[in-house]
């Protein structure tokens, strides 16, 4: 049945169908479902009466072993000022839902088993995830809010300005891939806003992002338009020990324990959490702390690898691999003098503490490329490893290990780094085309707003996003990022090429997403979302001298 999408139940019930269709289609990042669903999805485009005149096309990803895509729908208007709205079709695994997984996407199916589940609640997370469920105002699923509710959203909103016979401008929605990874797709779409618009005739003046924002409150952190995302730098650290029998530890230097001394210095470092406004930093927390022992025996792990998230809102990464190393300094000086006395107590007169090394992954690599046998063996080893399934981070530590063993130098000591793809900070700028988002967006928030709950205005999206690569970033720091991320030839292949384009995230909220508790705050994202992106292209869009 044909559903005119112009009226606000005609919207809301368009972006009803197109969330649930898409939570329907299993996408897991790296499956063969992710890898599909943007050719399903340009079938059911095509299959839509709204979207008859659309033009639809993919955008596949460079250098993807898994051939993966975005997909790309243009509904043209007068001139060729356009309006991307975008956003990820991958979502994680569903494993986590148990012997609920094969109702994991589909929402009201899950709904129902989840209530008769939740009968009982057995952790407040429970009580509360019942409660928003017998409300009647959320709906779970993997990925509905996470975030295929914004794709549905942008989806209606496209069918609502098809329909429009004076429409001004051109509006185009393009679903990527990987988000939750590596952003592939969002790399290969910016990279690809220097191409295809110029040879369509399309100007692209803004952008919107539609991730959600998980709000455990009444909604009104979740109502919101952010200007900017934060950015995200992956610190890692290798600790080389001297090895030692357990029952002669004072022989050697447990990497263990350097190790440890990293982890509980730099968890939730002040120092290290960049705020901005009035926006505070989030501080590095843990990710990962891997030894290089594969087998049981009472000998000390020779090496430790260790990942730190970092969260920045405009500190550059020349500037936190400062602020990183001293903060390692300070406690290894720290280390090395407890171990010290420690020893002293117990042998006197035994060998002074060796001091523990600390030198950046750059450096050990440029000492390297005086080697010519072993950058070959570090080029060949990092050729591999991408085939054998590893994560950057491990891929990462894998070519540290090598390069350290190249280089003949012994431990105590650390190496550190950075371990994966960056995400710049991204900002919406003062420039004419960002200024006339903003003042769309001030006026779509105010209409929108009117009888019923405010939108408030944030600086930064509060998690990673693909805003990085399609938005105002700035990369002037990129060597320094690729000098010490070993596998960043191999594995990251990203030249720090961004979008440009000015842009924002507009999206859904709700709670406890990468959870089975996962969940969509309904009223929000089928009846204000679309509107709002409707409402904000259109202020985008309007001629410069009309008021």
Not at 268 to 279: C, H, K, M, N, S
Not at 333 to 341: I, K, T, V, W, Y
Not at 394 to 409: I, K, V
Not at 426 to 431: A, C, G, K, T
Request: proline letters at 7%; glycine letters at 10%; hydrophobic letters at 45%.
């Amino acid at each position: 049945m044909f559903i005119d999408p112009i009226s606000a139940s005609g919207l809301a019930q368009r972006a009803r169908d197109w969330s649930i269709w898409l939570t329907r289609q299993p996408s897991v990042t790296g499956s063969a479902g992710e890898q599909a669903l943007p050719h399903l999805l340009r079938e059911r485009v095509a299959e839509t009466p709204a979207l008859a005149g659309a033009e639809t096309w993919l955008i596949p990803a460079e250098n993807d072993p898994l051939a993966r895509a975005c997909c790309a729908v243009l509904v043209r208007g007068s001139g060729n000022q356009t309006v991307l709205l975008t956003g990820h079709f991958d979502t994680v695994t569903v494993e986590d839902y148990g012997d609920l997984a094969p109702l994991a996407t589909e929402p009201e199916a899950l709904l129902a088993a989840l209530k008769a589940r939740l009968a009982a609640p057995a952790t407040l997370a429970e009580e509360r995830a019942r409660a928003d469920f017998d409300s009647g105002l959320f709906l779970p699923g993997r990925g509905l809010l996470d975030m295929k509710a914004g794709l549905g959203a942008g989806l209606a909103a496209l069918e609502a300005f098809a329909a429009e016979p004076d429409r001004v401008g051109n509006l185009l929605f393009v679903g990527v891939p990987d988000e939750e990874v590596t952003s592939v797709g969002a790399r290969a779409l910016a990279k690809g806003l220097s191409d295809f618009p110029r040879s369509m005739g399309l100007d692209v003046v803004a952008a919107i992002n539609l991730d959600c924002i998980g709000d455990d409150g009444d909604g009104s952190e979740g109502r919101a338009v952010a200007l900017g995302s934060v950015g995200k730098l992956l610190l890692t650290a290798y600790a080389v020990g001297q090895q030692s029998h357990a029952s002669h530890p004072y022989q050697g230097v447990n990497a263990g324990a350097i190790a440890a001394a990293l982890a509980a210095r730099l968890e939730w470092a002040d120092e290290l959490a960049d705020g901005a406004g009035a926006q505070p930093g989030i501080a590095p927390t843990l990710l990962s702390l891997k030894d290089s022992k594969e087998q049981y025996d009472v000998t000390t792990p020779a090496s430790v690898f260790a990942t730190w998230n970092a969260l920045t809102m405009g500190r550059d990464a020349r500037e936190t691999m400062r602020l990183f190393k001293a903060l390692a300094r300070e406690a290894l000086d720290g280390l090395e003098a407890s171990l010290a006395a420690r020893r002293a107590r117990v042998m006197p007169s035994g060998r002074p503490m060796e001091s523990i090394a600390l030198v950046e992954a750059a450096e050990l690599f440029a000492e390297l490329g005086r080697d010519a046998k072993a950058i070959g063996e570090l080029s060949r080893l990092g050729e591999r490893l991408p085939g054998e399934g590893l994560s950057l981070p491990d891929q990462n530590r894998r070519l540290t290990e090598a390069a350290w063993r190249l280089s003949g130098r012994r431990g105590p000591a650390v190496v550190i780094g950075f371990g994966s793809l960056p995400y710049p900070p991204v900002l919406l700028s003062r420039e004419p085309r960002a200024l006339k988002l903003r003042a769309a967006i001030d006026a779509a928030r105010l209409k929108a707003g009117e009888g019923r709950e405010p939108i408030k205005l944030t600086d930064f999206f509060p998690g990673i996003s693909d805003m990085s690569f399609l938005g105002e970033a700035g990369t002037a720091d990129l060597p320094v990022m690729a000098a010490n991320t070993p596998a960043w030839v191999s594995g990251v292949r990203w030249t720090g090429e961004v979008g440009g384009v000015p842009t924002v995230n507009i999206g859904p909220w709700g709670r406890d997403y990468h959870t089975p508790l996962e969940r969509l705050h309904m009223p929000y994202a089928f009846n204000v979302l679309p509107l709002l992106l409707l409402d904000t292209a259109r202020g985008v869009l309007k001629p410069d001298n009309l008021s």
